[in-house]
């Protein structure tokens, strides 16, 4: 074979009018945050819908790009996608620093886990400072009555590690004082409330949210937003209120300093005593030798749950995309158009600038969208070729406007009375009022489109051969697919050629173009196919992913292989019916 040049082909690039009310989404690496509206992963091309900490589980949840895809959670836990493209995880795993990562056979992407606090590192064992002396010992007040056991806040951040401090001198030591009673365990609190922290204007209440405002803690009865707890009885109710001050012991008298007693054994750890009130400051005893170094003491009680910062503020609403534009086909001057119509003259593609009719393109209304490709090579004179099938018939124009009601006549002058007549025949009905004129239609947008423009090196024989093809996924079940394939010149050895599209393995037929071959020989005594295209929409009944072909066969096989076919096909899936 030889190759004698490419065919002219303009390629249409649609984008949807249908654009997502989402903050942008940043690839190459960095960390994405899930808010409420799904978010579109870069790498991995997920629909992210959840990731959070909910009820003592990990939950991440969204779509894949395509159905049956394996998802991998921080190389540890991996699910699949189903038919419908979903996937979830359920676990009980507390990811590293709050970041997780997810990937799938597209790329990997980086989120951040909500309702997760990182855990700090943990501080250095300070050393055990000297015991002070022992102050006499004080009357016992008695004891307060016992408060509500209060909700219990979330974890706050560990602080920072304060520094060493120096090692003190050891003072005498004194008596032990008496073990105090343990105290009663207080009431469990209720389960399912939210604390919020103190109450602002500014933040949504949800029903058991838990706020603070006078020293007394609210409980939300309803959902609302600016309803002060104070006041609004409907909304809040009282979950513990703010505890009167007890009155202070008093003091008891001074004891004299006893002589300093011999250090016994270490005792096993006792209950921590109801704290007593503060005695007189005793008389400082004499300096005592340096004892020697205690014992590691036991780790202190990890610290209260610090309340939950407030929620911020929805982010603003993203711009809406593009407009998609809507092929109208040959221009014609009694045609109608508006901004983003594609139509094609003379073999240039153009898209309409502004609402026009009779401005011939090229024009100020429209724009070069694909420019019609170099003239080829003039071929030998062929022999004249059958009739071309009837094109398809254009759409319907659009109905006019009704014009406007003339103005009403001057009134005429008053006749003189007549006699009464016979009652008439009932009139006509009077004509109906105007129809408003309706709203101009939305452009039609696309879904998606997939396009592979390949050239192959199969020889042509008298079964069909692949010379091009592209591979789509439909959304949904009874979409309309648009083809456009295009092949350009070559010869093929002694025969003429066909052509048409396949669907998969299914040859669509009504693409076919046949005898396009010369039969005239031209100097190296090889035929030349013409240079042709079609263009075919097809209906697909189920969702799922399709491969368009256009495929070619001679009458005689051909083994020659020296020169690759140029071709190109594209799909376009529409978004209307």
């Not at 809507?326 to 240039?348: E, H, K, M």
């Not at 050239?455 to 456009?484: D, G, H, M, V």
């Amino acid at each position: 074979m030889k190759s004698l040049g490419q065919a002219a082909f303009a390629a249409m690039l649609l984008s949807s009018s249908a654009a997502m009310a989402q903050g942008i989404v940043q690839g190459g690496g960095q960390t994405m945050t899930v808010e409420a509206m799904p978010t579109l992963l870069p790498n991995s091309q997920i629909t992210l819908s959840e990731a959070a900490i909910v009820a003592g589980q990990l939950r991440i949840s969204g779509q894949t790009k395509r159905p049956n895809t394996n998802v991998t959670l921080d190389g540890k836990h991996k699910v699949t996608s189903g038919a419908d493209r979903s996937f979830a995880f359920a676990l009980v795993y507390l990811p590293t620093s709050c970041l997780s990562k997810l990937r799938t056979n597209l790329g990997v992407d980086q989120i951040v886990v909500a309702g997760c606090g990182p855990r700090g590192e943990e501080g250095e064992q300070g050393i055990r400072g000297p015991a002070g002396p022992q102050g006499p010992k004080g009357a016992v007040g008695a004891p307060g009555e016992t408060g509500e056991q209060g909700p219990q806040g979330t974890t706050g951040a560990d602080g920072q590690r304060g520094p060493r401090g120096w090692k003190g001198v050891a003072g005498a030591a004194g008596e032990a004082g008496p073990q105090g009673p343990k105290g009663d365990r207080g009431a469990t609190g209720p389960a399912g409330v939210r604390p919020r922290g103190a109450w602002s204007p500014a933040i949504s209440y949800l029903t058991d949210d838990l706020t603070r405002r006078s020293g007394t803690t609210y409980r939300a009865l309803t959902d609302n937003t600016g309803k002060n707890p104070v006041g609004n009885p409907g909304d809040w109710e009282v979950f513990a209120a703010r505890g009167q001050k007890g009155p202070a012991g008093d003091a008891g008298p001074a004891g004299e300093t006893g002589p300093a007693g011999a250090t016994g054994p270490q005792g096993s750890k006792g209950d921590a005593g109801a704290q007593g009130p503060g005695g007189p400051q005793g008389a400082t005893g004499p300096q005592g030798a340096t004892g020697p170094k205690g014992d590691k003491g036991d780790k202190g009680d990890k610290g209260n749950t610090g309340d939950t910062g407030s929620q911020g503020a929805t982010g603003a609403q993203g711009p809406a995309g593009p407009a998609g534009v809507t092929p109208r086909g040959v221009w014609s001057a009694a045609t109608a158009y508006v901004i983003n119509d594609l139509v094609t003259r003379g073999g240039s593609t153009y898209r309409a600038l502004s609402d026009s009719i009779n401005s011939q393109p090229p024009s100020a209304a429209w724009e070069v969208f694909a420019a019609k490709g170099d003239r080829g090579d003039k071929g030998d004179q062929g022999d004249t070729g059958p009739n071309g099938d009837t094109g398809a018939q254009g759409p319907q124009g659009l109905q006019g406007l009704k014009g406007e009601t003339g103005a009403q006549g001057p009134q005429g002058l008053q006749g003189v009375k007549g006699d009464t007549g016979s009652q008439g025949p009932q009139g006509l009905q009077g004509p109906a009022g105007a129809t408003g004129s309706p709203g101009p239609q939305g452009p039609s947008g696309i879904v998606q489109t997939r396009a592979e423009s390949t050239q192959t090196q199969t020889p042509l024989n008298t079964t069909y051969q692949t010379i091009c093809s592209a591979t789509i996924t439909t959304s949904a079940a009874n979409r309309k697919i648009l083809l456009f394939a295009s092949a350009g010149a070559l010869h093929i050895g002694g025969s003429s050629a066909d052509s048409t599209i396949f669907r998969d393995t299914t040859n669509l037929g009504t693409g076919s173009r046949s005898n396009l071959a010369y039969s005239e020989a031209p100097l190296d005594g090889d035929n030349l196919t013409i240079p042709h295209s079609i263009t075919f929409a097809d209906t697909v009944a189920a969702a799922g992913t399709i491969t368009y072909s256009l495929q070619m066969k001679s009458q005689t096989n051909d083994a020659t292989t020296s020169d690759k076919m140029p071709c190109r096909i594209t799909a376009v899936e529409a978004q209307g019916q």
